[in-house]
């Protein structure tokens, strides 16, 4: 009995050895950066000296910081043209992944170079190809005889952006729909023929239906990535024109590190967040429901 006892202390102790690594991992990298954070929203810090308390006040800015809910606008106008564009074309792209019988690995792997693509090299790239002068106009031009202003118009400049994040995800989300597609099984689609079902029958009520889990999560990450949109914005149009393509990320960061606030910087990023998990528990409520086949 003992022996018993002591096994139980030892595996006690060593399994609270373990958990205890993990516990000061999250001690270190979440619990002190949220007490920090905490801090820092009733503090005004210039990165040195001591934080001094200034109550309310961060949080009062923010709410009456017209330049600040003009980039929040700026990234629901983005979310408006990246979320269902991107859906469609990521869910059309794991269809045509499911069909055809060959090469899916290296098509696969074509898609996602670009999302493993260098953020400053690929703006650079589109800035160039969708300049006033560059090749893409050029060839409208020629074709249709028009010009289109994607960088330099207030009211082209942000759905140029959309696009070229787009084309940096859609082959990412596809592939997460892709594997949401592979988990159907064949046997509905097939019980569905029996039963005089056409093409667009089998999609809505059985493919859309049973793949609304992997929808909702790309949903997720979309919004996640729309709120924390930076590189392309910052590279291709620096916010401008107009300020019509700033995000609260770039100035978020200009805040910080350029007038060297970072305590409203942070104060800032606690409503963007406040606001993108209010987005995610609406598009979840929304969307999730109990899947009927009958």
Not at 69 to 83: D, E, L, S
Not at 178 to 205: C, N, Q, R, V
Not at 235 to 261: K, N
Request: positive net charge; hydrophobic residues 55%.
């Amino acid at each position: 009995m003992s022996k018993r006892k002591g096994l139980a202390k030892k595996e006690a102790r060593k399994g609270f050895g373990i958990s205890s690594i993990y516990l000061i991992y999250a001690a270190i990298f979440w619990g002190y950066p949220f007490v920090w954070l905490f801090i820092l929203l009733f503090s005004k810090w210039r990165f040195v000296g001591s934080p001094q308390f200034v109550g309310f006040r961060n949080i009062t800015r923010v709410l009456t910081d017209p330049l600040f809910w003009k980039t929040v606008t700026n990234v629901f106008r983005f979310m408006m043209y990246y979320i269902p564009l991107v859906l469609i074309g990521a869910l059309l792209f794991a269809i045509a992944l499911n069909k055809i019988k060959f090469g899916k690995t290296f098509i696969s792997l074509s898609f996602l170079l670009a999302n493993v693509s260098s953020g400053v090299a690929y703006s650079i790239m589109f800035s160039n190809l969708f300049s006033v002068n560059g090749p893409v106009n050029k060839a409208l031009n020629t074709l249709f005889g028009i010009t289109i202003p994607w960088f330099t118009s207030p009211q082209w400049a942000m759905f140029s952006i959309a696009l070229i994040v787009i084309w940096k995800f859609i082959g990412y989300y596809g592939l997460i729909l892709y594997a949401g597609l592979t988990a159907i099984p064949k046997s509905l689609y097939e019980a569905a023929e029996l039963d005089g079902a056409g093409s667009l029958t089998k999609f809505f009520k059985i493919t859309l239906p049973l793949l609304n889990p992997s929808i909702i999560m790309v949903s997720v990450l979309a919004i996640t990535l729309a709120f924390g949109i930076f590189t392309e914005p910052y590279m291709i149009t620096g916010g401008g024109p107009m300020r019509s393509t700033l995000t609260p990320m770039m100035h978020m960061i200009t805040t910080a590190f350029q007038r060297m606030d970072p305590t409203y910087a942070a104060t800032m990023a606690v409503f963007v967040a406040m606001i993108s998990f209010g987005m995610i528990w609406i598009i979840r409520k929304t969307m999730e429901r109990e899947v009927d086949l009958v």
